[in-house]
């Protein structure tokens, strides 16, 4: 990794620019995503900015399992951000479709379409783990991302 390199990925761990998907999710998670984003938590502080196209992003923050619907716009929106590139699966659906498991029209686990870094724990988790969960990706960013490296924030 060269200098310009080394800075690239300083910027990216410090004030990673983040795009947030819900592939299906029930809202409960994207209630808790707004508020980790919002004055009472405030992620924005800490230097994380929420953008509104993906090619702009450095993570993917996804919700939601993902279904029949939503499938091609993940993997459309994945491939948009460029890289390096990390995603933060939040809740329980897009770890392993949770209560959406079975349903005809789900596929499931973000995992089976695009390769996931962090993984958030809870159905919904509290604002706080999921501003963790960002701050691991960042931090995998920075340190010029393993591809093996996977965190789970519980
Ligand atoms: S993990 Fe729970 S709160 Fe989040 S989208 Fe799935 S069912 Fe809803």
């Known amino acids: 990794m060269n200098a310009w390199e080394k ?9 990673p620019w983040i795009y947030c998907l819900n592939t299906g999710a029930c809202n409960g998670c994207d209630i808790e995503i707004a508020a980790s984003l919002t004055p009472r938590y ?3 502080q800490l230097g994380v900015r929420r953008e509104g196209s993906p090619k702009h992003a450095d993570i993917l923050v996804v919700s939601g399992p993902v279904t029949l619907r939503t499938r091609d716009a993940l993997l459309d929106i994945y491939q948009q951000m460029p890289h390096p590139k ?12 949770n209560v959406f498991a079975g349903s005809p029209t789900v596929f499931g686990a973000v ?3 695009i390769p996931v870094d962090v993984y958030v ?3 919904p988790p509290r604002p706080q783990a999921i501003l963790q969960g960002i701050a691991q990706a960042a931090q995998l960013l920075a340190a010029g991302k393993q591809k093996d ?5 519980e």
């Open 7 to 15: 800075l690239l990925n300083n910027a990216r761990g410090r004030s």
């Open 42 to 44: 405030d992620a924005e």
């Open 86 to 97: 990390a995603v933060v699966a939040v809740g329980s659906c897009p770890a392993s479709g």
């Open 111 to 113: 995992d089976q379409f």
């Open 121 to 123: 724990a809870g159905c």
């Open 149 to 153: 490296h996977v965190e789970v924030i």
